[in-house]
């Protein structure tokens, strides 16, 4: 079952202990792209400037992405410039260059519009809106937002929670969406408005999810090396979506899977700038770190 | 198997944003003892004023705790009083009175010296070797430790842990005591100064332990109300090993199942002021809440 995702393809720049990588290839929707392609096909809508070419585009080559609705726009492309602490578990924006992200209208190819998966990136929420308003019967939606959202369009940000079974955001924009500092109690804060299921990031502390059937608490495998933490989450977002869609279930125990195979994504990110490891991932990578993911959290019964 | 424990039997004095509780019952020994104690006997050693009296042994009574090595001294019980910040998650020492624990020599009762199980609370590390000296054959140590002595008695710290299998600290903690941020890499330096086993408690995050057998992570059970957290580190350390002794294994299996038994004994302690709702827990709510972890953590292989 293929899925219809929108938001950000960008050139990020970003400034790491470990190094320096200039206007390299990020976005959320190509994090997500990429990760969500080893398990379904994708269709990308998002918009580039004329200065993102052939060589950039070939990231997406080879794997089932569809680009018919990556539109390019005369003008640059979005850039993002930011700086990592000590620790990496901090970052300054050091610029945003919205660019042609600033006029992004997103429109859905007529061969899109029979997607019964849509992932809303993190984009206005009025444009997320308008993506639904274009396919025909969405079965699943899945939103990411973030505080920008939250504050400056909290009333838009509802109305489209109101259409989406599936949200995934940070601990901190889980609080501050709800206004509740503990989790629990913002969780069905959030449920309450919408989103059936929702999913917590809480980076190197691992995942929460909050459902019909309860919780789910995922941990983050313990790395001894992150090298670049810029597209985790979104990388995250494609292979929790990518995984539920190939399955073709919504219960609780296939989302519990999808959790462990988001995070699997998830730790290769983060193990070179941009995706540039993902992009030489295969399969069997993949499925022998899900088992990485059992043998740190199994325990027997009493 | 019973266990042999040292550390603080305290008067807490405990602001929360709940409430304000006024010299009740604290300290490492009581909530370790008590934790402990629901699995196996346990022998307590340590020392209180002369302001120490019946009403407040009276929590250890109709228990398996053995008090003949906590010792009554003249002058007043040690006092600790703290204030946490709205969300719980840090806090203020407001004052600390040692009293009688500043001149506090752990004397070891001649019953208590075959213990094959000791729990070397947090205190001086040279206290703490001198009751490993006066215990025959020690076959399982445990020991927790803090930051005050990892700055301040650096060398008698190492020479400690080198005779300890277990040691229990916070990521805080770990990451001082190893000079390394990442947590990796900070349980690799710690195991090679003695304890085989490492176990990193991280708040509302969860544990994380490190051994021969590879990590385990256990999550923190998602909580609603947290009340007051003062303690909880030292119950999750009883129900830790108190549950491991009572098993008379020391295989990764069991040390994965006493970490769920130490997190679910914290789940109790933080639910009321002190030692309140360890005093009136049962086996059965117990048992219960370890199969709560298991719902919480279950996820199917691919």
Redesign the interface.
Known sequence: MSILVVGSVAYDTVETPFGRAERVLGGSASFFSVAASFFTPVNLVGVVGHDFGERQLAAFHGRPIDLEGLERMEGQTFHWQGRYS??LNSRDTVCTDLNVFEFFQPKIPARYRDSEVVFLGNIDPVLQRQVLEQVERPRLVACDTMNFWIHGKPDELRKTLGKVQILLVNDQEARELSGE?????A?AAIRAMGPRTLVVK?GE??V?M?GDA???????L?????FDPTGAGDTFAGGFLGYLASTGQEGD?AL??A??MGSTLATFCVEAFSLDRLLRLTRPEI?ER??AF?????????
């Open positions: 000590l620790d500092w503990n989790l629990v109690k969780a809480k502390h691992g929460l909050f309860g919780s789910f608490a995922a941990p983050a313990p790395l001894e090396v992150v125990a519990r899977r959790v462990i499925d899900y088992r059992e043998r740190l959290t199994r325990f027997e019964s009493l």
